[in-house]
Each structure stands twice: as C-alpha cells, then as structure tokens.
C-alpha cells in the first residue's frame, strides 16, 4: 500500500500479486531465508506469469495538511491514463520498464462498491522468490506519485 497526499487530492494505491504459480505454495518454518516448497517440492524461483493489479482508492486528506482538501468527489479521470515501471531487485536487476496495463471499474475482492484498478502481466519466470518486485506508478505525465516493493 502506498499513499500520495496533496492539496487537491489523496488516493491510496494497493497493489495485488496473484497467479496460479502461489496455489499449494507453502512456506516451510525454518530460521534465516524464507523457503518455499510446492508439491512436495522446494521452490527457489517463480515459474510463469503473475498478475499485478494496481487499485486505486481516493479518500479524505489527513488533518496533517490542515484546512486545505479537495471539496468534491474524485474525478474519474484523476485515475485514467497512469504508467508503471517494473522491475525485480535481486542479484541480478531485471528492468522489465513500462508495462502494458488495462484500466478497469469492477467490484474489487476486499471492495463492495466499484473501484477503479488496473491490471498487468509480470514476467516471472525464473525469478529467485527471494528478489523483491518494484512498481514505480507514474501520472500521465511521467511524474511519479509512488513506489512500491516487496517481496514474498
């Protein structure tokens, strides 16, 4: 999760890694480095695609910025047209730069109203499961409003 506040307006991003690569992944109890076991089998890297899904949720500036806050709801274009950069940081850097990303309004799995979101296919295959996933998420305009990372 990530959050961008200013004047005019304060969304939160919340980003979503799924596939059919984490079904019956475990992780095994051992100290030091997570490890990963699926099918009886220890797991060290991703195999295949994941889908990312960037949502965004608009809400009521902090107190932190005092009296200055939007007065009218967002603006749906507010959400259009955003970019995002990928890599994966590991021992070796792999720049997978701007992906391709479909914008959607559809009901969200934690969400009962429609949010907006939008949704890409990251190149896994091979990735240690140790590397974290970097999403820079960018206006339409290149400027970047946030960044996230992480790792399983």
Not at 19 to 35: H, N, V, Y
Not at 38 to 59: C, I, P, R, S, Y
Not at 75 to 94: I, N, Y
Not at 122 to 143: K, R
Request: aromatic share 10%; net charge negative; glycine share 8%.
């Amino acid at each position: 999760m990530a959050h961008l506040e200013r004047i005019t307006r304060c969304v939160s991003y919340g980003v979503v890694l799924s596939g059919d690569f984490f079904k019956d992944l475990e992780r095994t109890e051992k100290s030091g480095p997570a490890q990963f076991r699926k099918n009886g089998q220890t797991v060290a890297a991703f195999a295949g695609d994941l889908v990312l899904e960037v949502g965004l949720h608009h809400w009521f500036c902090t107190a932190e910025i005092g009296d200055w806050v939007p007065t009218g709801p967002p603006s749906p274009e507010a959400a259009q047209d955003m970019h995002f950069k990928v890599r994966w940081l590991g021992e070796q850097q792999k720049d997978l730069g701007e992906l391709q990303s479909e914008f959607l309004v559809e009901p969200w799995r934690e969400w009962t109203e429609p949010e907006a979101f939008y949704r890409m296919t990251i190149p896994a295959n091979g990735v240690p499961l140790s590397d974290d996933l970097e999403v820079l998420i960018l206006s339409t305009s290149g400027e970047q409003l946030a960044c996230v990372k992480r790792h399983i």
